[in-house]
């Protein structure tokens, strides 16, 4: 059975800090790329960063180029997105989304809250 299971989200002041992380079962984690989106009320799912197979690639959204950091350790089979400089504008659900040719998985989301 497949499963994603994202944590570390919560209410953090702006300015703040949190690092999510993605725990993946049920499949072969390795050989699949990794990606965080976040969903805000009202608005559509958008891709916030994404990392390779293996780690040696990443990308990010220009939103939040050089605050966040999308990392993964294929041995505990988790996959991390280290958050800093928040704003209120990032207060939104993050998902966490698995991918490779021939198949895709959903978590099932955390809540960040950005709010003093």
């Known amino acids: 059975q497949v499963q994603l299971v994202e944590s570390g989200g919560g209410l953090v002041q702006p300015g703040g800090s949190l690092r999510l992380s993605c725990a993946a079962s049920?499949?072969?984690?390795?050989?699949?790329?990794m990606y965080w989106y976040r969903q805000a009320p009202g608005k559509e799912r958008e891709l916030v960063a994404g990392?390779?197979?293996?780690?040696?690639?990443?990308n990010y959204a220009d939103s939040i180029q050089g605050r966040f950091t999308i990392s993964r350790d294929n041995v505990k089979k988790t996959v991390y997105l280290q958050m800093n400089s928040l704003k209120p504008e990032d207060t939104a659900v993050y998902y966490c989304k698995a991918a490779n040719r021939y198949n895709h998985y959903w978590g099932q989301g955390t809540q960040v809250t950005v709010s003093s």
């Open positions: 049920g499949f072969t984690f390795s050989t699949y790329a």
């Open positions: 990392i390779g197979s293996t780690g040696g690639s990443t």
